[in-house]
């Protein structure tokens, strides 16, 4: 229920500590935890873009909140990260490649939430749109964590958002909705495959960490 | 497929409108995507509109007219929608309508301990402008020309905002809020005042209620002045406030004048009363005007002796029960005086604390398997 909840956001708001980098964070964990960390966190996020993608598209009023709309993308430069992929495609990469599809995917939505209209709605709205922001920023941290304790370098580069020189921001209010609305919507598909995603890697990685510490108590 | 321009072009894009004004909007389709205006319909925030409000005013062009408009249903806009035959979006445009800001008005403000001063205030027309309204609060010193922007808001409820520092002690401020949105910007009336005026503090703590002895009607009360306000030559002045801890009329004691403690007299033998402390930094640097009140001290609770002569006809219902326990936390209390406190003083504290939330539990108890048909 709850309680896991609340543990996992625990473990994001410390991988949030500025001082401590990740991969100090994950060696001490092992690699095995870090992932279920991260599996737990990707759950967590989850369950709270629910309430707060329904709470921010009743706020966008209807058609946006309504529960069967599905607006065209219009033709814009493609700015946040699709989730939508060959899933073949995306089963057949290597585990590095998928976690750096991850960290990157997440890193950018991240930016684009930020960026949502800051006086936007209730002092309500804007307090969930906060703590979601840095639920979410634990998760890149947490993923960094698990790719350094993978061996993985991290993908180099501006992750840093914004679409290339010359694409507006949104050119009117409505269709700064329906970004609104697509950049809640991808979101809510890459956590849900994110979770898979950790959910395989999990069993991927033994936990030789818990076995040693079996053995250490006399087990 | 996507085509190189949006499919259509709605106008006006998000405009901004007076309540009960009318519009009429086009919508014209690019010639990219073969369609035509009968090929189009419109949508209000979900819903679709009248044919018989449309116009096609070309091959490619088709407007509609809404009249009388309500203000809008969220303050993100209204969604007006041009449609596809099929259902596809083809543009939108966000009406804003609603009303201009009024002044705001009762602005009233406080200084926790002359280190901050907080204000708040109330939206002129009820609030309800249908539009996002800004609130800005700003204040200057009288004599001195530059206007400063209060950062901090909802500190004290939505409609607040908290200067943390920088406050000058003997210069009056002027204050105001301006409360802006899509439709025009309204002032409030300037409030002028001395911080020294509007001082607070903290609750008294430390606040102890005890019994006076084997008096059946008495109570002592002592605390402690606010520390944060020592340093400064204050009078405080104090006010108590006590009830029977089962009735909601709080009587209260208004003369306590400068001093840190009290007895309170006339009580009822035998009863818990909860007492609350508050405090007032009067006469702050000489002035001879009142502050602010601080909030009432956390509730303390203590009881009354009763003469172990039976007082007759005072115990209230369900007394029976009320008595077995007592005997029962007297014993357990007096096996903790003896190996715990040795402080007598104590152990009858604790004790009441007890009863109270005993009785209270009680209660809870009673209510929640209350027979309906009783």
Known sequence: ?219 | VSPAADPAVISPQDPTLLIGSSLVATCTVSPESHLRAEDLYWTLNGRRLPATSYTTLGPTTLSVALTRLNGSKQQSGDNLVCHSRDGGILAGSCLYVGLPPEKPVNISCWSKNMKDLTCKWAPGNEGETFLHTNYTLKYKLRWYGRDNTCQEYHTAGPYSCRIPKDLALFTPYEIWVEASNRMGVAVSDVVMLDILDVVTTDPPPDVHVSRVGDLEDQLSVRWSSPPALKDFLFQAKYQIQYRVEDSSEWKVVDDVGNQTSCRLAGLRPGTVYFVQVRCNPYGIYGSKKAGIWSDWSNPTAASTPRSERAAGGCDPKGGEQNTTLRRELKQFFGWVKKHAYGCSNLGIKLYDQWRVWLQKSHKARNQVGKDPST
Not at chain 1, 10 to 20: G, H, S, V
Not at chain 1, 116 to 124: I, K, P, V
Not at chain 1, 141 to 150: D, K, N, P, Q, R
Request: net charge positive; proline share 9%; charged share 20%.
């Open chain 1, 1 to 219: 229920g709850d309680s896991w909840g609340i543990f996992t956001f625990l473990c994001a708001a410390l991988c949030n500590l500025p001082a401590l980098p990740a991969l100090n964070c994950s060696e001490e964990l092992g690699t095995s935890q870090s992932i279920q960390k991260t599996y737990d966190l990707t759950r967590y996020l989850e369950h709270q873009l629910r309430t707060l993608a329904g709470t921010y598209l009743n706020y966008l009023g209807p058609p946006f909140n309504e529960p069967d709309f599905n607006p065209p993308r219009l033709a814009r430069a493609e700015r946040v990260p699709s989730a939508t992929v060959d899933l073949d495609l995306w089963r057949g990469l290597t585990d590095n490649a998928r976690l750096a599809a991850n960290y990157r995917a997440y890193s950018r939505l991240l930016c684009y939430l930020r960026a949502l209209d800051g006086q936007a709605g209730t002092a309500e709205l804007r307090h969930r749109l906060g703590h979601f922001c840095s639920s979410l920023q634990g998760l890149v941290l947490s993923i960094a964590g698990v790719m350094s304790s993978l061996g993985y370098p991290l993908p180099a580069g501006p992750v840093g958002p914004p679409a290339p020189p010359g694409t507006p921001v949104a050119p009117n209010d409505f269709l700064k909705k329906m970004d609104d609305f697509w950049l809640l919507k991808e979101l809510q598909t890459w956590l849900w495959r994110s979770a898979k995603d950790f959910n395989r890697l999990k069993k991927k990685v033994p936990p030789a960490v818990v076995t040693l510490r079996l053995e250490a108590k006399g087990f």
